[in-house]
């Protein structure tokens, strides 16, 4: 601080602003009232203003605190050297149980204006000063092997704990021990879309871990544990009533500088005045690397939850054109959030013939504007509807999982009979030993408790143009609903339904070690939405137990594993799991950034909240079939993906 120690060190009854917040989460004075509390004005609002007080040598201590006054807030201007008394009080909204508490003055009174137009000085943020994020971890609290994933989750809760601050260990600790003070942002970079109420996640130049070729940062392991990401802090709404600019993920920024508060759920940053756009992203989204090809044992397979399509969606042209100019119309698509053919209306129709065959049209369209010659390409397509209203997702809109597949390439096995929405599957064998399922396709055990309220997984039998067979499972497993805030009291934060996609991943590998018990060397492709991220080892244990993600097989650099992006994170929530005998034969996989790098989030922009993934696997062994027929499927050579 600039301004004279002799302004602090005259008020001898005074309490500092670094005693009021002290080393812990919770002030030392709570429910007392304070008096001769004195400091600059920082940063301002309509309901009151925080305070800048002599700083302490104890970097655990801030010495910022915001000041409940509406009252007083008309009258003051940064910069005004002010002294009250007040009641110290730990603020959340009773309405926000979850939240952490944010240290106030509250119900101020002896205020007197001492001068005007006193320096203020941020503090920055920055790798040169002690003051930066630490990586990794957000609270020492959430203990457990998979460290804030582990499970159980709430086995404890900060505020109750109210524990010293270890700000050079811990993120939560860190943005507490800045609670109230003014700070500035170097060199922002935007690691999120503006969410819904325009506020941003950034990282600003100090270390951050798990960088991805955006700019954004993934969701990996740091020393085997999953990555908090702490270095990331929200940007909340500017005080002086600028907006912050709508950019894309990866996107630089003037410099950030406001006060470091805590509302609704997250620590944040409320910037003095909005940031200016120093630069954005290029345009360019990379296609898939690779095409389909006349090998009848190698196979395109993309993966894609397409957001709550239904016939009259207005993003049914753009995923069309995903799929053929971004993925290259693969051999087999599994498909997600398929709505009926009613769309969201809750009338009792639970059909989506009509909602694939739009999609499959809207895709033979796509592959005819790009020139491809021959007959139209047309995917067959199948899906089991459910039963109306049982599988969760909006009312009415019967969301389920869908193939679409080249029958030039793939066909479902021969006398196959498609299960109903009731019917469990089974895996059957024949006298000569060959697998099959009963139906086909067919749901995995639809009737257990752990697919209530939810889109039940749909087993399918394939087979290749040479008659080889495989097997896949396209799942879209219960979401994160109801949990709670990677910034909450509850530590671990509650991870929603991990439970239940825990036990959907064991349902769901127990079938896929019956095909595997039956044939060893069976190709099985376990694909689709499943709402939580490997990191979260305890849900993925049955799956890894006898699969292996097709990441880890075709060694996908961990930071360019992502096909999702919230909160702090760009994450891999979709993935693909194959068996062993695929494995084996070489895999190549790529995640599809079509969404996750669109410019915006608005529906023109972006078809979807996920990212597609698109994989090269072999079904049958390598040899014999190579240069043979000449190829009736589509080659898209020459993708023209600007938009
Ligand atoms: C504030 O400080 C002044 C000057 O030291 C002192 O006279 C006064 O009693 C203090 N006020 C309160 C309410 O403690
Ligand atoms: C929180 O911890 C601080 C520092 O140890 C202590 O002074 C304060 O009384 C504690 N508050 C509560 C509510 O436990
Ligand atoms: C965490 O557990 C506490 C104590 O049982 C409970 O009061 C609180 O509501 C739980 N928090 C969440 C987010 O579930
Ligand atoms: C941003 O902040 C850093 C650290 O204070 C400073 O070095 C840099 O000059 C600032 N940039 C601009 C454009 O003000
Ligand atoms: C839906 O399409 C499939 C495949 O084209 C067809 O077999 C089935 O009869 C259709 N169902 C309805 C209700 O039209
Ligand atoms: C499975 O495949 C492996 C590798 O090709 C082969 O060595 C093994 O004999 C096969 N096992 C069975 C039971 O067919
Ligand atoms: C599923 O869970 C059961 C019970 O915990 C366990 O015995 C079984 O091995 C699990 N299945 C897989 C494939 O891991």
Redesign the pocket.
Known sequence: MRYSLLLFTSLVSAVSITDIQGPAFQSPYLDQVVHNVTGIVSAKDRYGFWLLGEPSSDARVSNGIRVYAPQYAGRTALGDLVTLSGLVSEYRQPARPNDLLLTELVSPSHFAIHSSGNPITPL?I?RDTKYAPPLGKASALDKGSEGWLSVPNNATQLESVNATLQPDKYGLDFWESLEGRLV?V??PTTSNFPDMFGAIWVYGDWDVNGKNERGGLTLTSIDGLPDAHPEVILIGRPLDGTRLPRVPIGSQL??ITGVVTYQFGYYQILPLTAPTVLSEPVPDIPPVSFYSSDKSCELTIGDYNVENMSPRSRHVPLVAKHIVEYLHTPDILFLQEIQSDSGSRDNGVVTANKTLSTLVQAISSAAAQLGASGAPFVYDFVNIPPQNNMDGGKPGSNIRVAYLWNPNKVSLLPGHVVGSATQNTEVVQSEKGEVNLNHNPGRIQPNHEAWEETRKPMAAAWQTTDGSRFFTVNVHLSSKRFGSSPHGDARPPVNGRVERRTQQVNITADFVKNILQKDVNASVIVAGDMNDFTQTRSVFRSFTDVLTDINDASGVDPVERYTYVYEQHMQEIDHMFVSDAIVRRGTQVEHIHVNTWARSTSSSDRASDHDPTVAKVWVCDKPSEVGSKSPPYLVVQEANYMH
């Open positions: 920055v920055s500035t170097p060199d003037s410099n």
